[in-house]
Nanobody
Framework: LQLVESGGGLVQAGGSLRLSCAAS????????MAWFRQAPGKERDFVAA????????SYADSVKDRFTISRDNYKNTADLQMNSLKPEDTAVYFC???????????????WGQGTQVTVSS
């Protein structure tokens, strides 16, 4: 499974961005998908996850009620809608795939290259 993120950029605090993760390869709808982020000098942190059917989601407390993860198994995409962005959301955002939802980055087998999100104050 190959993953490619898009949609990152520079936005002012309070603004919105939508990240998209396009997957190529077989059986996308058998994988659980997640978004992680990594700021300079920090560990890769869990942001959100969605199960294979889209029926179950999980969020980090820091983004709950601001970010929404979704997927389209016909288009082979997994998106992250980010609203009310804060400067502390600045990071490289990665999408990941695994058979099983997890908040731990080391549980995920497939990764995209990442997309930069910068939130200015």
């Amino acid at each position: 499974l190959q993953l490619v993120e898009s949609g990152g950029g520079l936005v002012q605090a309070g603004g919105s961005l939508r990240l998209s993760c396009a997957a190529s390869g077989p059986m996308f709808d058998s994988y659980d998908m997640a978004w992680f982020r990594q700021a300079p000098g920090k560990e890769r942190d869990f942001v959100a996850a969605i199960n294979w059917s889209g029926g179950r989601t999980s969020y980090a407390d820091s983004v709950k009620d601001r970010f929404t993860i979704s997927r389209d198994n016909y288009k082979n995409t997994a998106d992250l809608q980010m609203n009310s962005l804060k400067p502390e959301d600045t990071a490289v955002y990665f999408c990941a795939a695994n058979t099983g939802m997890s908040v731990f980055h080391y549980d995920y087998d497939y990764w995209g290259q990442g997309t930069q999100v910068t939130v200015s104050s």
